[in-house]
């Protein structure tokens, strides 16, 4: 019984991503057919461009091209010939890089993006919570002030600026840290020491630019939240009863941050809109900088099969969000009375 | 003064604002006796709830203690808590010798850990052992007429005179002498204020707490359990009396408004309640001069504009603040 | 009325530092253009000059002057942030209000929309539309924006406005047989005003976040200036790696200070107009 309830809930949430889901790849498949001025015309002017370097390789893909767009075709079979090639993992053949297929030039910088937006989101997450809660419970001294102030503040910084900030100061005036990639150039990723390393150095900059600047929100939003429990009911009754203050902040604490859960989930997509052009700043080969180079060639393919990942990728740390907190929270875990 | 369990002395507390005060309690003589229920009675805003932060001297600015003192008797001995901090008064008795039932009592459990875990760490606050707690508590959980399995149970699994039951079991598990119950049942239907009632009194029939204080707006329900009855108006006791009394003969006219507009029998006036009694309650940053109840009185008289009338006793057990009963004292 | 309510305003602090910030910008936006008449887009042979009595905030790779540009794009991107917020207003008023006064299908389908886009990362859709739109005119991106931005505003002026309605008087009005839309206009769009506007502030501030991101991408708008286009210009040439922070350093400020005193400016707001959080 206990758990029929959070399988409800599960259950549900997945249903809507993946309608949601739905909905956000037709929206990238129907873009380029209902945008007037045929952008698939200008895929072609635009492959003549490449074509200077490469003359035989534009006949092939321009082929290419129309078969994979299946023009010709009434709309729905190229809708569900789209879709039935994207779940298996073909997304087409890219232009600029052609003939590269573009899943193949989408999985190996995907690790990239992964391994900087995930512990940045995790830590931001943590420290804001935390300073948050800090301020709340210090209410209106000047810790409190402060964390608001800075918080305010930092929130409006956007990731790219303050990682241009920090290469500047860290990296071009004083000369600490690398100031772009996401190793020395030159270099051959491996598994070495060396390049550990070497990496973990490239990794500092982009890294703290978005931790700093992804703080501020959590810290503001938390400091609400807790503000606005400690003068819940049951924060005052355990007070009335004489639980230890200390205890009465814990749960506090623990009730606060459970929308903050819910939060997370919800920022997700600018989060990682933001690290995307955290990447272009900083040369980090990551997602967001292939999307930069496909955007700036006007590789119609290759944008379309970016959008396609990473919007499944937001659902999908959406959905592993909305899990965790069907675990933390009993009242979806068992569910409601009323 | 034996048996008297808490005694206040021209209690005066004041929420202190940036250019004014707004004076919620201003100048409350009155004493608990030992095994009784009061009845704390006013329209809202008339400081009926801070008087309820004052007793406990839960002093969160700011709110502020301007003058008075209480007294609260302990192990058979006064201690004057006005004169301790609040955090003292908050180690030493809340939850051992005084507890409160609040407002809302139905959400005041901590609402994402089992009832069960919530005794234990209360246990731990007051170095309690947390076995010999959850005993108690089945045992009062039994009392208050709650299945012991639902111990285990998140307070959102039970329905609400359900909670309300199982925050009075908690909240008395450690014998306060004292029980003040704030608003208690207006979140209730008939049936659960009844049943709440009874659970209410059997606990004092039990000793498991000494004394009462009900406050509340609405007549009806403290005369249902109380022995005396204090009237509260615009942060002043207006009338002290027992309640057999008082409503048979309601001394001060503010207490006859208040008792007409509930013992009317038209349905209609009745469910509007106090309404009848002309005119708003005052605000108190800057309250009437004199009587602060003459801009509304049936029975203003000059003096009433200008002289506060004293709280006088004029029948044995029977306070009232009135000129109208100037030349009646004993 | 109107003056009474705004007067406690004046009185908060925050408030009032928020304000002045947000005036100073606005008038550099506005009066910056018609008083320092250089053109921001005219080559000189000044190029990548560090700050001086000609140049009060130096000079870019061709030689354009940056203090020029920036007067225009404090100028663009506030237009972009009213424009997106408008938009948006617009959007989650419809919305919200349609759902709570027609209740029953209309609310469902209504609601799975707003969720639907709440849920899709609007920046990565604003990105993809914007780049199969080859002529991108400020009103455009403002449009792509302001699209996205609407939804938690039409959900909570849809709670809000659900929970009005439930008051007394509302139903007096449906008693006394009023049209919904005359039910809209007098009892309803009056309570949620103050949040409308205080909504209407952070909606600005997206608008100018969501054209710098945008910009940064090469995805901004393809004529003029805005303080986003001065930022991708700046990232183009290097500025930041070859040490020229007067190019990248005022235009980050400059959204910094505006979105932050907005920011300011609407939680004071809340502060005055929603004691709650004042009580204890």
């Known amino acids: 019984m206990a758990s029929r309830s959070a399988v409800k809930y599960i259950l549900r949430r997945l249903i809507f991503l993946f309608i949601t889901y739905v909905v956000a790849t037709t929206i990238v498949f129907i873009l380029p057919r209902a945008i007037p001025g045929n952008p698939l015309s200008q895929i072609l002017s635009n492959l003549s461009r490449v074509a200077q370097s490469n003359p035989e390789a534009i006949r092939a893909a321009e082929k290419n091209l129309m078969e994979e767009f299946g023009l010709g075709k009434p709309w729905y079979l190229q809708y569900v010939e789209f879709i039935g090639k994207a779940l298996k993992g073909d997304l087409g053949t890219s232009i600029t890089y052609y003939p590269r297929k573009v899943m193949d030039l989408i999985v190996p910088v995907i690790p990239w993006t992964l391994v900087l937006i995930l512990p940045a989101t995790i830590v931001a997450w943590i420290l804001g919570n935390s300073l948050g809660a800090l301020a709340a419970y210090r209410r209106n001294t000047w810790i409190d002030k402060g964390v608001l102030t800075g918080s305010l503040v930092v929130s409006q910084i956007p990731y790219y600026w303050l990682g241009m900030i920090f290469i500047f100061f860290f990296g071009v005036k004083l000369g600490w840290l690398p100031v772009q990639g996401a190793y020395s150039q030159g270099t051959i990723p491996d598994l070495s020491w060396a390049f550990f390393m070497d990496a973990l150095k490239h990794y500092i900059l982009p890294f703290l630019s978005i931790v700093v600047s992804a703080m501020g929100g959590w810290a503001i939003g938390m400091r609400l939240m807790v503000i606005y429990e400690l003068g819940s009911d049951y924060a005052n009754f355990s007070e009335y009863i004489g639980m230890k203050d200390k205890r009465i902040f814990r749960y506090v604490f623990r009730n606060s941050l459970l929308p903050q859960v819910t939060g997370l989930a919800l920022s997700l997509g600018s989060v990682l809109g933001g690290a995307l052009i955290t990447e272009i700043v900083f040369n980090y080969p990551g997602t967001g900088y292939l999307l930069f180079k496909a955007l700036t060639t006007l590789d119609y393919p290759l944008i379309q099969g970016v959008f396609v990942i990473l919007i499944a990728s937001v659902y999908l740390a959406n959905f592993i969000v909305d899990f965790v907190y069907a675990l933390i929270d009993p009242r979806i875990r068992i569910g409601q009375e009323e | ?330 | ?280």
């Open chain 2, 1 to 330: 003064m034996e048996n008297v369990l808490l005694k206040a002395e021209n209690l005066r507390a004041y929420y202190k604002l940036e250019k004014v005060s707004v004076k919620a309690v201003d100048g409350l003589s009155f004493e608990i006796y030992e095994d009784e229920v009061v009845g704390v009675v006013g329209e809202s805003g008339c400081g009926k709830t801070t008087l309820s932060n004052v007793i406990f001297m839960n002093m969160v600015k700011p709110l502020t203690l301007v003058g008075g003192k209480i007294f609260l008797k302990v192990n058979g001995s006064f201690e004057e808590i006005s004169a301790l901090s609040r955090d003292e008064v908050k180690e030493k008795f809340w939850g051992k010798e005084m507890t409160i039932i609040p407002q809302s009592a139905m959400n005041a459990l901590m609402p994402t850990i089992k009832m069960e875990r919530y005794v234990q760490h209360l246990a731990e606050s007051h170095g309690l052992d947390a076995r010999e707690l959850i005993d108690k508590t089945l045992q009062r959980f039994k009392e208050v007429g709650l299945e012991t399995s639902w111990l285990k149970r998140y307070p959102f699994e039970l329905s609400g005179g359900m909670r309300q039951r199982a925050v009075i079991a908690v909240s008395t598990i450690l014998n306060p002498s004292l029980l003040v119950a704030d608003e208690p049942t207006s979140a209730l239907d008939v049936v659960n204020q009844k049943v709440f009632l009874k659970v209410l009194m059997s606990l004092k029939r039990r000793g498991i707490v000494k004394s009462i204080i009900l406050i509340t707006h609405d007549i009806a329900t403290v005369r249902q359990i109380a022995d005396r009855m204090i009237i509260m108006y615009a942060g002043k006791i207006v009338e002290l009396s027992p309640i057999d009394e008082l409503l048979e003969k309601p001394l001060h006219p503010y207490t006859e408004g208040l008792l007409n507009s509930v013992l009317t029998p038209e349905p209609e006036v009745k469910k509007r309640g106090i309404v009848t009694i002309p005119g708003a309650p005052p605000n108190l940053i800057d309250p009437p001069s004199g009587c602060r109840f003459h801009p509304r009185c049936p029975h203003m008289m000059d003096v009433c504009k200008e002289k506060e009338p004293p709280l006088v006793e004029i029948e044995p057990g029977r306070r009232v603040a009135c000129f109208l009963y100037a030349g009646e004292r004993t």
């Open chain 3, 1 to 280: 009325m109107f003056l009474t309510m705004i007067k406690p305003l004046f009185k908060n602090k925050k408030f009032i530092i928020g304000f002045s910030i947000f005036i100073i910008f606005l008038l550099m936006g506005f009066l910056g253009p018609v008083f320092y008449r250089v053109d921001p887009t005219e080559m000189t042979w000044d190029y990548e000059q560090p700050p001086s009595p000609s140049h009060p905030l130096g000079t870019d790779t061709y030689g354009r002057d940056i203090l020029a540009q920036l007067f225009h794009g404090i100028r663009s991107s506030l237009y972009i942030g009213f424009l997106a917020a408008i938009i948006s207003l617009v959007i989650g008023t419809f919305i919200g209000t349609l759902s709570a006064v027609k209740r029953g299908l209309v609310d469902d389908t209504l609601m799975a929309v707003t969720n639907i886009v709440l849920t899709t990362p609007s920046i990565l859709i604003a990105i993809l539309i914007a780049s199969y739109l080859k002529v991108r005119s400020i009103e455009i991106v403002a449009l792509i924006l302001g699209l996205f931005q609407w939804p938690w505003f039409a959900r909570a002026i849809r709670a809000q406005l659900m929970s009005v309605m439930s008051r007394e008087y509302v139903n007096l009005s449906i008693m006394a047989g009023y049209s919904d839309l005359r039910l809209i206009f007098e009892d309803l769009i009056p309570t949620i005003a103050t949040y409308a506007f205080m909504s209407f502030v952070l909606f600005i501030n997206g608008g100018i976040m969501g054209e710098a991101g945008l910009s940064l991408i090469g995805l901004g708008p393809t004529r003029g200036i805005s303080l986003g286009i001065m930022l991708q210009w700046a990232v183009l040439m290097e500025a930041v790696r070859r040490g020229m922070w007067w190019w990248f350093v005022p235009p980050g400020l400059s959204i910094v200070a505006i979105t932050a005193s907005l920011l300011v400016i609407s939680t004071a707001m809340d502060e005055v107009f929603n004691p709650r959080l004042r009580e204890e």
